[in-house]
């Protein structure tokens, strides 16, 4: 039996018959590659961004990788926590949060091109406070 500590004051217990049905189930497969690799370094979301891809990292990788780079602006929209104008050695990018583990940094051509963007998401998000329905793909 293994006792693990999530939480400093919430204990877990492992049983064996759990521990041999982790062993048998193997890793978990998904078709999205962060969630295969985990943890990303600067290195990395810098070359991303600077490829124009929209990256998608965990909140625990945003924290970290955060540290490197400067914030611009700040909206809170309301509806999806706050959306982030950031300064990167890659350029000017937009932060948002699809969900509560995951954030969207998406790499923007410049200030003016960050500012329309803002303006645009937050005009989607003023029409969701009133109900019209509307989704938001942080991907695409």
């Known amino acids: 039996m293994v006792s693990v500590s999530l939480l400093q004051s919430a204990p877990i ?4 018959l759990f521990t041999r049905w982790l ?10 590659s962060f969630w295969q690799h985990g943890h990303m370094e600067i290195d990395e979301f810098v070359e991303r961004l600077r490829q124009g891809e929209i990256v998608r990292v965990s909140t625990s990788d945003w924290e970290n990788l955060s540290t490197a780079v400067e914030v611009i602006e700040s909206h809170d929209t309301q509806m999806r926590g706050v959306l ?3 300064k990167t050695t890659a350029g000017i990018a937009a932060v948002e949060e699809p969900d509560a583990l995951t954030r ?3 790499p923007l051509s410049d200030r003016s091109a960050a500012s329309r963007f803002v303006a645009a998401r937050m005009a989607v998000y003023e029409r969701m406070w009133d109900g019209c329905g509307c989704k938001v793909d942080y991907f695409a």
């Open 104 to 106: 969207a940094i998406r």
């Open 84 to 86: 982030l104008v950031i």
């Open 23 to 32: 062993d048998q189930t193997g890793p978990v497969e998904t078709s999205d």
């Open 13 to 16: 217990t492992i049983t064996p």
